[in-house]
T-cell receptor, first 112, second 113 residues
Framework: DAKTTQPPSMDCAEGRAANLPCNHS???????VYWYRQIHSQGPQYIIH???NNETNEMASLIITEDRKSSTLILPHATLRDTAVYYC?????????????FGRGTSLIVHP | DADVTQTPRNRITKTGKRIMLECSQT?????MYWYRQDPGLGLRLIYY???????NKGEISDGYSVSRQAQAKFSLSLESAIPNQTALYFC????????????FGEGSRLTVL
């Protein structure tokens, strides 16, 4: 089973920030938080990942709580094209025998 | 060109037929995965391979087999397709070192009548 919990759906007005939460209360010290999104039925696309510090790239920001038990993906100015299913997973950075496991994610609908 | 290419993108077949879905990648990654997605559900792992000589069953391997012909190629076979194997199939790759993100193909939609 996936080690993360996400709300099944959220909505957001276009131009506003979309804040997508993820609970990962059993995260291990060497596990990172990764976010992916899947637009319609396309292949999931990597967005961002982090360990304990907040991260930002051209797509989004990732805020991880100090205890690392939860995180929030922030899309600062959501557009209609951000309508997608967003997946949060935890994983060691690379190597080892870890298998990436996906839950059902959060379906984000951005409305005009 | 896409880094991870899946063929065919769409396939309709009949019960009992043998089907092969192919995946090739140009990223030089050693790890490759096959996932299945059903409507409204997340991705479920079918098989995975950490290198050419390493093949492992995933969560839902029954009714499927795989072949890692080369580092860049990982094929999924349905020996005798059945209707409940109708789904969207994704291949993914991951580097064994470094940042560790997954790279997905665009998917292969399979319909078994």
């Amino acid at each position: 089973d996936a080690k993360t919990t996400q709300p099944p759906s959220m909505d957001c007005a276009e131009g506003r920030a979309a804040n997508l939460p993820c609970n990962h209360s059993t995260i291990s010290g060497n596990e990172y938080v990764y976010w992916y999104r899947q637009i319609h039925s396309q292949g999931p696309q990597y967005i961002i990942h982090g360990l304990k510090n907040n991260e930002t790239n051209e797509m989004a920001s990732l805020i991880i709580t100090e205890d690392r038990k939860s995180s929030t993906l922030i899309l600062p100015h959501a557009t209609l094209r951000d309508t997608a299913v967003y997946y949060c997973i935890v994983s060691p950075k690379a190597g080892g025998s870890y298998i990436p496991t996906f839950g059902r994610g959060t379906s984000l609908i951005v409305h005009p | 060109d896409a880094d991870v290419t899946q063929t065919p993108r769409n396939r309709i077949t009949k019960t009992g037929k043998r089907i092969m879905l192919e995946c090739s990648q140009t990223k030089g990654h050693d790890r490759m995965y096959w996932y299945r997605q059903d409507p409204g559900l997340g991705l479920r792992l079918i098989y995975y391979s950490f290198d050419v000589k390493d093949i492992n069953k995933g969560e839902i391997s029954d009714g499927y087999s795989v072949s890692r012909q080369a580092q860049a190629k990982f094929s999924l076979s349905l020996e005798s397709a059945i209707p409940n194997q109708t789904a969207l199939y994704f291949c993914a790759t991951r580097k064994g070192q470094g940042s560790g993100e997954l790279f997905f193909g665009e998917g292969s939609r399979l319909t078994v009548l």
